[in-house]
């Protein structure tokens, strides 16, 4: 695993920051495990050198790297409550239909375009969104579906966006890149890595200056920590104490390379650099970025804003849905050991079923109910009109209806 | 009537704007105590507080972005970038984000923000800090862009861009600053997309934008004496454009010489020139031609610089030329 | 030791900054590093600082003057009493105005070589109508200049004394270049030389006034190629040039652009030159009537008596020579169709082609290309005849001594169909009462 060993370095000295999760499969996961023991023995091409590991364990022995705050999670704190669990094992089901169905879609040529699957990265977008109300504000990026599907959206409309419909969520004039459900908080998926990093905060701007007490979230990939947009505006979010969490989904690939290849030193030690709280979560434990969001997004309202995470998560499908032979950066074997011992559905199912929430049966018939109200949505999507071609010239400004009339 | 700086109306602008709808605020590199190197925004820090008038780091990108976002969530930002040429560093945020959004939502998000800049050679500033980049944002739908050619466009169109829903960049000319022209005191907004007449003229139509206004306005006097009358014409926004205005002139008059501080291939005055080769080619008694800036990165010496922009006697000698019938480059 | 105060530039958009107030006055000591006098600019007020010691001399601007940048305000002396030497004027030159030329010129107003042409950089002087030393009053003629081929007199404009002549007979002089000097007083030191482009220094030192001020850097015009002179084009294919105005206005006017090209007047046409067409137009006669379709073809007839023709024809026999058949209806159509025309008549195989004017006897052969054609059917089995346009009207005649008819067929742009109708009666009548003609 890629970035196991990157975070086993981590592991060895902070090894508190890791948010990690273990009752909710009831024992250590075997990766955790791996992890940790390699934790001690750290060896590979990314274990840092050794004065760097020793400077480190310094500051933080000094509480010089204050900001890297602990957050283990090896009980959960508060109770989580039936409704509240079952909510979002039903969201990320619903992902997973979604992005199964669109991926249907594209094979069978029925989709205009190209999509990128959420599928495997569940959590990260459920565990978030549920911690958030609907007026708080998310950006997205064009692997936006999940955030989509968890920040509220319907199937119909966004099976009808993806199929460039008139009733989709965008008029059919955005599509799967920039599709989003604006009526919750969405402010859009954006297909310029990282493009939605100003607009992330800028809505954090907002709800300071407006004193709304709406806290934003930027979602992003590893990928985007290249670009120096984040770091201009994390700079400004550390100074005027803004309620924005930077999100960033790491799956281990930026595109069709490695994230090591592309990301040097540490990921939260970037946001750490500009004072920003900082944290590691497993992306795959969904109760777990849940817990840790619902704090943070409640300290963010109270002003103690930004925070970032990095949320390791995995995606199972390539870097777009025409991304079929993908061995020259990524092994087979890892992407089915993900799928078959980190999978956030399957982690949370066992969970559900364990701590007595909903018997086996009822996660079917919840599986299937969601099968069905996706499946009529596209049903429904493929038969719904295209927007009338009057409407190309329309909604390029808000004061004139035609722009070329 | 009285007379005020086009940087003091600029000023008035904003005050107004600001203390009409607290949604309105300033952000930008040295706005708030600095009042900007240009001091146009002096004053308002004091009164507005730092929450509204926000300095940033040396973060165009950035600021340009938050400012995108927090258009889309109810604010109207009036982003200030201190030069110009800086847009080449905020284009992502400029061009993919703020100019697309509302369509790419299906008219469902607007980004109701100004972006305040300059433009304008011959301050000796070299070639970073001297152009005049609105052709580049015009190309792109979804924006509207505003080049006021006097203090007295400067607030009324400033104040329309505050109000408008949609992202606006307007760009004023920095050597304008200390131009001072009549400004009522009672309040007034000029609407987008209606063109200005600023001489009626039966020759020849100059069509100019910002300063070049003024070229084409001394230069009408200069043919005046010559016998030739030149209708003046000052679109105000370019995006809208008010075509209307333009081909009714070029009509009348049957010659049109288009006049813009922007690098003359690929830029204003070949957009709007084209425009009236289309919708008034069977009035025109001579060709439609371009004075633009030249083709060359502004340099600094004045020796040279000076010669790199459109000047009255150019666009004096040009429309002789179109008056007189000759053959315009009959290779 | 002198060091000049000057105006600082502080502030970014800054021409001229506003002296607030002095803190130290005429002739006083200061010490440097003391505040000499306060400066607002872009809405700031800065205190300048006095950059040297000694005394404060020849202040040269007041409380709350607006005082361009870089301009010198006062001096820092070594004396309170040192003679203060008047600082530069606003619009001196910046730099080293002070190297002298090569010869040191007469103070007085410049005389430059004028801009008289339509595009002219420079003008060829012809020759002085003054003397050097000559008293001269505005309206004398002080020289004459060629431009644009033609030779202009340049009145002096001011009056005075013509003290320096700095340009001569034949000298190419650009536009804009001083070329006399006239002066309030008669001067010792008069210049009279041929015009040089060294005599560069000269325009410093006799632009004293702020009025002249120094051209741009460069002229922009003179670096654009010389506008060509207007001359007559013509495009290849014998494609008339016009503007798209001018070509609307034929079109709806019914013209033909090509008459212009007839005409002397230079292409492009435009506009402007609607009058002349018009004119073209009207003068050939073939202006048509509102908007005919082009190749719109006429055809016409008339049916007559030829008993009248026949018995002229029988005199003229007589009376003229052999050919007088074809030589007469070739009289009667030409002149049917203008007072003089050229008529061929094809007869039987022959064509023979005629000059025609108004009196029969002046009718002879002619080798011209005809205005009209006849053909003579007359005699013949053919009783009806209709020909399609030639390069000219063609008009069948057909028939015998009582019943004889005329058939004329041409194209819109040779004959209207009224010309038509008028030609054809013309001739008509001419053939049934032949004395008419004569008459």
């Avoid at chain 2, 110009?84 to 984000?97: A, R, S, V």
């Avoid at chain 3, 008047?86 to 190297?99: I, R």
Wanted: charge should be negative.
């Amino acid at each position: 695993m890629q970035y196991g060993l990157k975070r086993s370095v981590r592991d060895s000295y902070v090894v508190g920051m890791v948010v990690w999760s273990e009752g909710l499969s009831g024992q250590p996961l075997p990766h955790c495990s791996t992890i940790k023991s390699a934790a001690f023995q750290p060896t590979g091409p990314l274990y840092l050198p050794s004065i760097f590991a020793k400077l480190s364990v310094l500051a933080n022995v000094k509480g010089l790297l204050s900001h890297t705050k602990r957050f283990a999670m090896n009980k959960s704190k508060t109770k989580l409550s039936a409704d509240d669990a079952l909510r979002m094992f039903r969201q990320m089901v619903r992902i997973r239909t979604f992005e199964n169905n669109a991926n249907q879609l594209y094979l069978s040529a029925k989709m205009p375009g190209l999509t990128h699957m959420y599928s495997g990265e569940e959590a990260v977008a459920v565990g978030i969104c549920e911690a958030l109300l609907p007026t708080d504000k998310i950006t997205s990026t064009h692997r936006g579906h999940g955030h989509c599907v968890a920040k509220g959206a319907d199937f119909k409309a966004m099976f009808c966006e993806l199929l460039g419909r008139e009733e989709g969520y965008c008029r059919g004039k955005g599509g799967s890149m920039h599709i989003a459900d604006q009526s919750n908080g969405n402010l859009g998926a954006n297909a310029i890595v990282g493009g939605s990093m100003g607009i992330a905060t800028g809505a954090a701007l907002t709800a300071k200056l407006k004193k709304t007490g709406g806290v934003a979230v930027c979602f992003f990939g590893d990928g985007a920590t290249a670009q120096g947009l984040m770091y201009e505006v994390m700079n400004m979010a550390a100074l005027w104490k803004l309620p924005v969490i930077y999100a960033c989904e790491n799956n281990g690939y930026s595109e069709y390379t490695k994230t090591e290849e592309i990301a040097a030193g540490s990921i939260t030690a970037r946001a750490e650099a500009f004072g920003i709280e900082s944290y590691q979560v497993d992306g795959q434990d969904v109760i777990a970025v849940n817990e840790l969001s619902k704090e943070l997004v409640e300290r963010a309202r109270k002003g103690e804003g930004p925070f970032f995470l990095e949320l390791m998560t995995y995606r199972y499908h390539g870097h777009h849905v025409g991304d079929i032979n993908r061995e020259y950066y990524r092994a087979k074997s890892e992407e089915q050991d993900w799928r078959d011992n980190r999978d956030p559905i399957i982690r949370m199912r066992g969970w559900l079923v364990k701590n007595k929430y909903a018997t086996e049966e009822a996660l079917d018939e919840l599986s299937k109910e969601v099968t069905e109200d996706a499946e009529s949505a596209v049903a429904y999507a493929l038969n719904a009109p295209y927007p009338d071609v009057s409407e190309v010239d329309m909604h390029v400004y808000t004061d004139v209806e035609h722009v070329l009339a | 009537m009285r007379k005020i700086t086009l940087s003091k109306a600029v000023n008035e602008a904003l005050v107004e704007e600001m203390r009409r709808d607290e949604n309105v605020f300033i952000m930008g590199e040295d706005v708030a105590e600095a009042g900007t190197p240009f001091k146009v925004l002096s004053g308002l820090v004091e009164e507005f507080g730092t929450d509204r008038v926000i300095d940033t780091p040396i973060s165009e990108p950035g600021f340009m972005g938050i400012g995108v976002g927090a258009a889309m969530t109810g604010m109207r930002p009036v982003v200030d970038l201190m030069f110009g040429d800086f847009i080449f560093l905020i284009m992502d945020q400029l061009c993919n984000q703020a100019a697309k959004t509302h369509y790419m939502s299906g008219g469902k998000l607007n980004v109701p923000l100004v972006l305040r800049t300059n433009m304008g050679a011959t301050r000796r500033s070299a070639a970073q800090h001297s152009q005049s980049l609105h052709a580049i944002v015009a190309h792109i739908p979804g924006l509207k862009i505003a080049m006021p050619s006097s203090a007295y466009e400067a607030k009324g169109l400033l104040k329309t861009a505050i109000r408008d829903d949609n992202p606006v960049v307007i760009f004023e000319d920095k050597l304008m600053y200390q131009d001072s022209a009549e400004v009522p005191e009672e309040e007034y907004t000029i609407p987008f997309g209606e063109a200005c007449v600023k001489r009626e003229g039966t020759d020849i139509t100059l069509i100019g934008t910002s300063s070049m206004v003024q070229v084409c306005e001394k230069a009408a006097e200069m043919l005046q004496a010559e016998g030739i009358s030149a209708e003046v014409i000052d679109p105000r926004t370019i995006v809208p454009l008010d075509e209307k205005t333009l081909v009714a002139s070029a009509k009348k008059t049957g010659r049109v010489i288009v006049v813009d501080e922007g690098h003359q291939s690929f830029g204003i005055t070949s957009e709007i020139a084209s425009r009236i080769n289309e919708k008034a080619f069977y009035y025109l008694d001579a060709p439609t031609t371009r004075i633009g800036a030249m083709d060359v990165p502004i340099p600094f010496s004045p020796a040279l610089e000076d010669i790199t922009v459109p000047t009255p006697e150019r666009v004096f000698e040009q429309a002789k030329k179109l008056v007189s019938g000759e053959l315009i480059d009959a290779a | 030791m002198r060091h000049d105060i000057i105006m600082p530039a502080l502030g970014m958009a800054q021409d001229t900054g506003t002296l607030l107030a002095w803190h130290k006055s005429e002739g006083e000591a200061v010490t440097q590093g003391e505040t000499l006098f306060e400066v607002e600019t872009d809405k700031t007020t800065m205190e300048v600082e006095a950059p040297a010691s000694g005394f404060l001399v020849g202040i040269s601007a007041s409380d709350g003057d607006e005082v361009p940048v870089g301009q010198v305000i006062a001096i820092i002396s070594d004396s309170a009493d040192a003679p203060t030497p008047k600082p530069e004027s606003a619009a001196a030159p910046q730099g080293s105005d002070e190297t002298s030329g090569e010869d040191t010129l007469p103070p007085g107003k410049p005389i430059i070589m004028p801009v008289l042409g339509m595009s002219q950089d420079t003008g060829v002087l012809v020759g002085w109508s003054k003397e050097l030393g000559d008293t001269v009053h505005q309206d004398d003629i002080l020289f004459e200049v060629e431009t644009d081929k033609s030779v202009v007199e340049v009145p002096a404009g001011i009056k005075g004394y013509l003290v320096a002549r700095l340009a001569a007979a034949g000298d190419d002089v650009p536009t804009g270049e001083t070329i006399a000097i006239i002066s309030d007083e008669p001067s010792k030191q008069m210049v009279n030389r041929a015009y040089s482009t060294s005599a560069a220094p000269a325009e410093q030192s006799v632009k004293p006034t702020d009025e002249e001020k120094p051209k741009p850097v460069a002229e922009p015009a003179a670096r654009v190629d010389q506008p060509q002179r207007k001359q007559t084009v013509t495009a290849p294919g014998g494609k008339v040039l016009a503007s798209p105005k001018l070509k609307r206005m034929a079109h709806q006017a019914g013209y033909d652009l090509s008459l212009l090209a007839a005409t002397d007047l230079p292409q492009p046409y435009h506009a402007r030159d609607f009058e002349a067409l018009k004119h073209a137009s009207e003068s050939a006669g073939k202006r048509a009537v509102g908007s005919p379709s082009i190749g719109a073809i006429h055809t016409l007839s008339a049916r007559l008596s030829g008993l009248e023709f026949e018995a002229f024809l029988g005199w003229a026999a007589d009376h003229l020579d052999s050919s007088a058949g074809d030589h007469v209806i070739a009289a009667f159509a030409g002149a049917s169709l203008a007072d003089k025309a050229v008529v061929r008549v094809d007869r039987r195989g022959e064509s023979t082609t005629y000059s025609t004017q108004q009196q029969l006897s002046q009718t002879v052969e002619s080798d011209d290309k005809p205005d009209l054609i006849l053909h003579d059917l007359r005699g013949t089995f053919i009783s009806s005849a209709e020909f399609p346009p030639d390069r000219a009207p063609v008009i069948a005649i057909v028939g015998s001594e009582g019943d004889v008819t005329l058939t004329l067929t041409c194209m819109d742009d040779q004959l209207t169909g009224k010309d038509a109708a008028v030609l054809l009666n013309n001739f008509a009548g001419r053939v049934a009462d032949p004395l008419r003609h004569i008459f």
